[in-house]
């Protein structure tokens, strides 16, 4: 009798912790699937915003975008007609930034130069580019190469705009992989009296945009006259 009232117990007992271990499974259970289920909407979320991003900026590019592009045509002074377009290529640069391509280097330098090329040839300025060769190639993220070339291009308009520039020069070099970047125009330069051009609106931006690349940018005089800008920051390392 003993021992059938010892086995029944023992047999109530594995039930009990069967029963146990099958509801805390099922809890789990419930719990990754809420936990899937919340993911799954949180993404539906973000993919209708993107979905609704991504129509703004299409409606935004067509129709503020082409106002700008015909506002260039009309302009007659080629430096205000550069300034405009350097905004429209600003807007482009936003609408388009969320499939902004990762690219390397190289690649990168060379659409800034051939940006730069027809900026310079709109308003009958030369472009000197003189770039080192045997520089290194690794891959820039989509931040960087944005960063990069809305420096570039904001060195270029200054030099336009405020240096009155007929010729840029642009050199490309490396060392201990860090790419040294430099602008220098053939303008007035800098005056003992003039605000550092560092301070403004848009050269605060170019060093903000310096510091994301962990870099650094300064603005001197030119060797021989104008203003020199000079950008630095460490390449990736390669894989």
């Known amino acids: 009798m003993a021992m059938l009232l010892g ?53 935004l590019h067509d129709d503020i975008g082409a106002k700008l592009t015909t506002l260039v045509h009309a302009l007659e002074d080629p430096q205000h007609a550069d300034l405009v377009r350097a905004v429209v290529q600003d807007f482009r640069d936003i609408v388009s930034r969320a499939h902004q391509d ?5 690649e990168a330098l060379a659409q800034i130069r051939e940006e730069t090329e027809r900026r310079l040839d709109a308003v009958h300025s030369v472009l000197d580019w003189q770039q080192a060769a045997g520089l290194p190639d690794p891959l820039l993220d989509e931040a960087q190469v944005l960063h990069l070339f809305r420096i570039a291009r904001e060195a270029v308009t200054n030099a336009l705009r405020h240096g009155h520039a007929r ?19 053939d303008g007035p330069g800098l005056r003992p009296n003039q605000p550092h051009p560092g301070r403004g609106r848009g050269t605060s931006s170019m060093r903000n945009r310096a510091e994301q690349l962990s870099g650094t940018i300064d603005w001197t005089a030119g060797t021989q006259g ?14």
Do not use: Y
Not at 16 to 34: M, P
Not at 102 to 106: D, E, F, G, Y
Not at 226 to 239: A, S
């Open 102 to 106: 990762a690219c390397t280097l190289l």
């Open 226 to 239: 104008g203003t020199k800008v000079i950008l630095e920051f460490p390449l990736p390392m390669p894989d």
């Open 167 to 185: 010729h840029i020069r642009v050199r490309i070099r490396a060392v201990d992989q860090h790419l040294f970047l430099d602008f220098t125009d």
């Open 7 to 59: 086995a029944a117990l023992a047999l109530l007992l594995a039930a009990l912790l069967f029963t146990v271990h099958r509801l805390r499974h099922e809890r789990q259970q419930n719990r990754t699937l809420a936990s899937r289920l919340a993911d799954e909407l949180r993404l539906a979320r973000v993919a209708a915003a993107a979905d609704e991003r991504e129509r703004l900026f299409a409606d």
